[in-house]
C-alpha cells in the first residue's frame, strides 16, 4: 500500500540556490542545524514532474546496513542451497 506523500507547504529558492525546510518537517523529521542531507531527483515522463528527495546520510547508511546484512544472508542461504 502507497502512503500519501506529507505536504508542509511551499519553499521560495533564493539568489544563491537555498531553500528553508518548514519549521514543521524539521521537527517531524528529526533535521537539526548541521546535518547533511543527501539530494536526488527523479523524473516522471519528458516534460513531467520532478520528485526530489532528500535523506540524512545516517539515515541511508543505516539502510545500508541493514541491506547489507540481508545479502550476506540470501548468499549464505545461495551457497547452501548449491551444495
Given at each position: 500500500?502507497?502512503?500519501?506523500?506529507?505536504?508542509?507547504?511551499?519553499?521560495?529558492?533564493?539568489?544563491?540556490?537555498?531553500?528553508?525546510?518548514?519549521?514543521?518537517?524539521r521537527r517531524e523529521l528529526?533535521?537539526?542545524?548541521?546535518?547533511?542531507?543527501?539530494?536526488?531527483?527523479?523524473?516522471?515522463?519528458?516534460?513531467g514532474f520532478w520528485k526530489?528527495?532528500?535523506?540524512?546520510?545516517?539515515?541511508?547508511?543505516?539502510?545500508?546496513?541493514?541491506?547489507?546484512v540481508e545479502l550476506d544472508?540470501?548468499?549464505?542461504?545461495?551457497?547452501?542451497?548449491?551444495?
Open positions: 500500500m502507497m502512503r500519501k506523500p506529507e505536504f508542509y507547504g511551499t519553499v521560495t529558492v533564493g539568489e544563491r540556490g537555498q531553500v528553508v525546510l518548514p519549521a514543521q518537517m528529526g533535521i537539526e542545524p548541521g546535518n547533511r542531507l543527501l539530494v536526488m531527483a527523479d523524473r516522471h515522463g519528458e516534460k526530489v528527495f532528500m535523506v540524512k546520510g545516517d539515515v541511508l547508511k543505516a539502510m545500508f546496513a541493514d541491506m547489507s544472508h540470501m548468499l549464505v542461504d545461495e551457497e547452501e542451497a548449491d551444495e
